[in-house]
């Protein structure tokens, strides 16, 4: 690992400052992203500043009968929190899918948000990847890219985002709080936070550099009963998916009113299924409606060379996921 | 040889925990003074369990201050671990595991990885189980750390500890003091009513843990060796608190006779 300076500042306003003051600055959440990038030296950055013990600990309920989850908190602690698991579980169940016990009381809420692909070429310094250097190419194009995306993706950059938690908040239609230096803040939605790579694949966010994530706002509960995140991966445990699928339904009798459905590791950034939630709305809960639903969201799909199986995984765990949802009682 | 400051098996008197696992082995009566006898002979093992405490660890020599001309950007942290207090200079870049294992003579945590990906390096920060690899010392300040050092009070181990040499949940011990610092989180983790992705509808509370469950809160925990199964039979327990026969047992003297003339 490279050496840095440490800052551990007290409040916000102090954490936006530093940030702006030097160059090649990360914010430390729980670590468990950047330090790992760090000893990989895929990360080097002259200054940390610690912000995972800065006051965004709290989840509060917001007065359109939202919450607000804070930034800081860790993530095994917002997935068990109270009103969480009774007005969000789709959140709950995403987020004990990922990574481990350990590893969730570390990581926090905006870290997660803005943890990096695992793509091996991005890890691997002795590889073309454009993410990691812009300009050297990318690896995973005509190699390795078996877990790669089938959606969305450039000739920069197949790159998938890997979390779990950013699926069901796609799914749950989130907004993003963040912080500037000048003091002003700003509210992002969700499907616009996370980006596709383009010609900037080094670009995951549209967040300007410095700013910093304050909170994560849920809006008013719409499926705290017909939920499930269906995750597939190659051991039944910490792993990072293949495809999963969060699904949130509210019905009536076996009518689906809305849906809030979203796909991840099949691109580079949460899949939102726009068209899917309303072609299900207002259709009768089965089987056949849920595979022609599962049709329609990989219509578009564009595998590479060695990933195809994902469109017919991705539609069997759509479905399965689609099912459960429906069957919960 | 045995090391002098052992007395021998028949003069010495068992700790309440060596009486506890002999008891729950069912190694009573004569079957107890041979199998300490043979325990002794070989100077391992069991009868090393009460030695292995707090008490001496704790009498390792501290790590003596590093030339602060050798350190970048050298910052000062009170490390608080297992209820001592170690004021420390570091490298901005030294992680707990390297503080505790290089720097505190506490090489009870271990590294396997080194990257978040075995839990070998388990321990508890503020009573919660966290990775030292990915944790950097300077953001410890202030925090209570428990290593797996810390666990047993004097010469009594804790249940989860007992558990695992009754239960043989190990076999090379590598990945022994994660998971032992990592199911000492569990069982509180399940008082508190934590759910997990392999809770039925997370929206109950869940405090009795199936095995099913036992085994995906465990995950973060490898084991090279494959000791999964006596590791869920030690920790379920001391969780449901029903003591069970272990898995294994020493062979009977027919048993031996039978294998030696089969050969
Ligand atoms: C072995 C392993 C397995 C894993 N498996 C999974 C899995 O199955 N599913 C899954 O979803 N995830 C998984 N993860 C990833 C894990 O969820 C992330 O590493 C974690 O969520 C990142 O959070 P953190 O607080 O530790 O972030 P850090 O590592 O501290 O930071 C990550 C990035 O976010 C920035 N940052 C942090 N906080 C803020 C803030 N408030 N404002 C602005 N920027 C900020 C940092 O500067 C950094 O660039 C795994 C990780 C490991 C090591
Ligand atoms: S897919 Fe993206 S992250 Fe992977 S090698 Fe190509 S540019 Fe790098
Ligand atoms: S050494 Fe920390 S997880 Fe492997
Ligand atoms: S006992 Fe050898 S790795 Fe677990």
């Not at chain 1, 926090?108 to 993410?131: A, D």
């Not at chain 1, 194009?141 to 950059?157: M, P, Q």
């Not at chain 1, 670009?203 to 706002?217: A, H, Q, S, Y």
């Not at chain 1, 939102?272 to 969201?297: D, I, P, Y």
Request: aromatic letters at 6%; one cysteine or more.
């Amino acid at each position: 690992m490279r050496p840095f300076q440490f800052h551990c500042p007290s409040s916000a306003a102090e954490a936006l400052q530093k940030h702006s003051r030097d160059q090649k600055t990360h914010y430390l959440g729980g670590g468990t992203n950047l330090i790992d990038l760090m000893k990989e030296d895929v990360e080097r950055p002259d200054h940390l500043i610690e912000v995972a013990d800065l006051p965004f600990k709290e989840i509060t309920q917001t007065a359109n009968g939202g919450l607000m989850l804070g930034a800081t908190l860790n993530n095994n602690k917002t997935a068990n929190h109270r009103l969480v698991r009774k007005n969000f579980p789709l959140l709950t169940m995403a987020m004990l899918s990922a990574a481990t016990e350990q590893i969730r009381n570390m990581a926090t809420n905006g870290g997660n948000l803005l943890q990096r692909t695992r793509c091996p070429y991005y890890f691997e310094t002795s590889m073309p990847c454009n993410k990691r250097e812009p300009g050297s190419g990318c690896g995973a194009l005509n190699g390795a890219n078996s877990k790669s995306a089938i959606f969305g993706w450039s000739e920069s950059c197949v790159a998938t985002h890997p979390s779990d938690m950013c699926v069901a908040l796609a799914a749950l239609n989130a907004k993003v709080h963040v912080e500037q230096a000048d003091g002003s803040s700003r509210v992002i939605p969700f499907t616009e936070f996370h980006r596709l790579p383009g010609d900037q694949p080094e670009k995951d966010t549209n967040l300007e550099t410095g700013e910093l994530i304050t909170g994560i706002e849920l809006p008013k509960s719409e499926f705290p009963d017909h939920y499930y995140y269906y995750k597939v991966r190659e051991r039944s445990s910490y792993a990072f998916a293949l495809v999963s699928a969060a699904v949130g339904l509210q019905m009536q009798g076996n009518t689906i009113i809305k849906a809030g459905l979203a796909l991840g590791k099949v691109a580079h950034k949460p899949w939102k299924l726009e068209n899917v939630e309303r072609f299900l709305e207002g259709k009768e809960a089965s089987l056949s409606t849920f595979e022609a639903a599962a049709e329609l969201a990989f219509e578009d799909a564009q595998p590479l060379s060695k990933n195809e199986y994902k469109i017919e995984l991705g539609k069997k765990t759509l479905v399965q996921a689609l099912v459960r949802a429906a069957a919960r009682s | 040889m045995k090391p002098s400051n052992q007395p021998s098996s028949q003069d010495r008197k068992l700790g309440k925990e060596e009486e506890q696992l002999l008891d729950d082995l069912g190694i009573f009566g004569q079957s107890r003074r041979t199998f300490l006898n043979q325990m002794s002979a070989a100077g391992i093992s069991l009868m090393a369990v009460p030695y292995f405490t707090s008490d001496m660890f704790a009498q390792a020599p501290k790590a003596p201050d590093l030339d602060p001309e050798s350190l970048l950007n050298a910052l000062e942290v009170n490390l608080k671990i297992n209820g001592d207090t170690y004021p420390l200079q570091v490298d901005s870049r030294m992680t707990l595991l390297d503080a505790l294992r290089e720097r505190l003579n506490l090489t009870g945590s271990k590294k396997g990885c080194d990257h978040g990906q075995c839990g070998a390096c388990t321990v508890l920060i503020d009573g919660k189980r966290k990775l030292s690899c990915l944790t950097l010392s300077a953001t410890c300040k202030d925090k209570e750390i428990t290593t797996v050092e810390g666990l047993a009070q004097g010469t009594d181990l804790h249940p989860v500890q007992a558990a695992f040499l009754k239960h043989d949940g190990f076999q090379c011990g590598y990945c022994t003091p994660g998971q032992i610092c990592s199911a000492v989180s569990l069982l509180d983790e399940a008082k508190r009513g934590e759910v997990s992705y392999v809770t039925e509808n997370v929206k109950d509370e869940v405090t009795q843990l199936s095995d099913k469950e036992i085994r995906e809160r465990m995950s973060g925990n490898i084991c090279r060796c494959g000791a999964y199964n006596n590791i869920v039979q030690a920790i379920q327990e001391v969780h449901s608190g029903k003591a069970e026969m272990p898995r294994w047992e020493f062979a009977t003297e027919q048993e031996l006779e039978a294998s030696r003339t089969a050969e």
